[in-house]
């Protein structure tokens, strides 16, 4: 029995032997009733995910955040509750109880755990209020799994009582797998939010021989304009800041003109972006 690493139920650990009751006290700490985590680990979207289903008695389905999460997507706070759903609207802190009716091919199994599919989490996420958080969720969501928008409306049709539909459509409208980190989403849905035409994501840009020199965030790519978000590391590290020098001389030369964004641009100056954007589309050509 693995305890190390992962969330157990104290009674299964002493029955098997593999702690004490003082080792369980002073070597542990318990996150539920008779679940437990290494004293100081820290939960993450996914252990919070196991000790929520072996809280259940591993009867219930996660879902929600906690099926996203075991489906391996990215950008999910680690503070957030874990979710399932079952009939039982028992409670417990740090996790959110759902009931909704799952029909049978609404929901899988992943490393002996039952979840909402890909379509179903996304369903229930892109419902949720907030139409950029729910963006961000389903861009991660469809990266990860690689379910698709058609995927998604099949389920949307056969619960069209629901609400949030409405959210919903707008969500697949937007949404795109393209996307590596939530302050792209961020910076796609202002442009567009803008009126600005959709751009592609994960462009590549290939050099005389046919090889992919440089890979681009998002752009157009008829025009050659480019729209890039810089983390930290690209403003701080010398050896990336180098690295980034080269490559845009590289995209010049090619005819690309690139607009970078920062975290700062996009949170106080979005109209800037969109500006730059704009004017460098205009003069590539683009009938804005």
């Given at each position: 029995?693995?305890?190390?690493?992962?969330?157990?139920?104290?009674?299964?650990?002493?029955?098997?032997?593999?702690?004490?009751?003082?080792?369980?006290?002073?070597?542990?700490?318990?996150?539920?009733?008779?679940?437990?985590?290494?004293?100081?680990?820290?939960?993450?979207?996914?252990?919070?995910?196991?000790?929520?289903?072996?809280?259940?008695?591993?009867?219930?389905?996660?879902?929600?955040?906690?099926?996203?999460?075991?489906?391996?997507?990215?950008?999910?706070?680690?503070?957030?509750?874990?979710?399932?759903?079952?009939?039982?609207?028992?409670?417990?802190?740090?996790?959110?109880?759902?009931?909704?009716?799952?029909?049978?091919?609404?929901?899988?199994?992943?490393?002996?755990?039952?979840?909402?599919?890909?379509?179903?989490?996304?369903?229930?996420?892109?419902?949720?209020?907030?139409?950029?958080?729910?963006?961000?969720?389903?861009?991660?969501?469809?990266?990860?799994?690689?379910?698709?928008a058609a995927d998604i409306e099949l389920v949307a049709d056969r619960h069209r009582g629901a609400r949030g539909l409405t959210q919903l459509r707008r969500v697949l409208h937007l949404a795109d797998d393209g996307a590596e980190s939530p302050y792209e989403t961020k910076?796609?849905?202002?442009?567009?939010?803008?009126?600005?035409?959709?751009?592609?994501?994960?462009?590549?840009?290939?050099?005389?021989?046919?090889?992919?020199?440089?890979?681009?965030?998002?752009?157009?790519?008829?025009?050659?304009?480019?729209?890039?978000?810089?983390?930290?590391?690209?403003?701080?590290?010398?050896?990336?800041?180098?690295?980034?020098?080269?490559?845009?001389?590289?995209?010049?030369?090619?005819?690309?003109?690139?607009?970078?964004?920062?975290?700062?641009?996009?949170?106080?100056?979005?109209?800037?972006?969109?500006?730059?954007?704009?004017?460098?589309?205009?003069?590539?050509?683009?009938?804005?």
């Amino acid at each position: 029995m693995e305890i190390l690493h992962w969330p157990f139920r104290g009674t299964d650990a002493l029955a098997a032997g593999v702690v004490t009751r003082h080792r369980l006290r002073t070597d542990f700490e318990m996150v539920h009733r008779n679940l437990y985590i290494r004293r100081g680990q820290k939960l993450t979207p996914v252990t919070r995910a196991v000790a929520a289903w072996l809280w259940s008695g591993r009867t219930a389905t996660m879902a929600g955040l906690s099926a996203a999460a075991l489906h391996r997507t990215a950008w999910i706070d680690d503070w957030l509750p874990a979710e399932l759903n079952r009939p039982s609207r028992d409670k417990a802190r740090g996790i959110i109880v759902h009931s909704d009716t799952l029909d049978d091919d609404e929901t899988s199994v992943r490393d002996g755990i039952r979840i909402t599919t890909p379509a179903r989490t996304a369903f229930d996420l892109g419902r949720r209020k907030g139409l950029a958080a729910a963006v961000i969720r389903l861009d991660a969501l469809m990266r990860a799994t690689g379910v698709k928008a058609a995927d998604i409306e099949l389920v949307a049709d056969r619960h069209r009582g629901a609400r949030g539909l409405t959210q919903l459509r707008r969500v697949l409208h937007l949404a795109d797998d393209g996307a590596e980190s939530p302050y792209e989403t961020k910076t796609r849905l202002a442009l567009v939010g803008a009126g600005l035409p959709r751009p592609q994501t994960q462009i590549e840009v290939l050099n005389e021989w046919g090889w992919v020199m440089a890979r681009i965030d998002m752009g157009w790519e008829e025009w050659k304009v480019g729209v890039e978000f810089d983390g930290a590391h690209h403003w701080t590290d010398p050896a990336q800041r180098s690295r980034d020098i080269d490559r845009l001389a590289e995209l010049a030369a090619c005819g690309w003109a690139i607009i970078r964004v920062s975290v700062e641009m996009l949170r106080t100056r979005p109209h800037v972006v969109v500006a730059r954007v704009h004017h460098a589309l205009l003069a590539a050509g683009c009938p804005l």
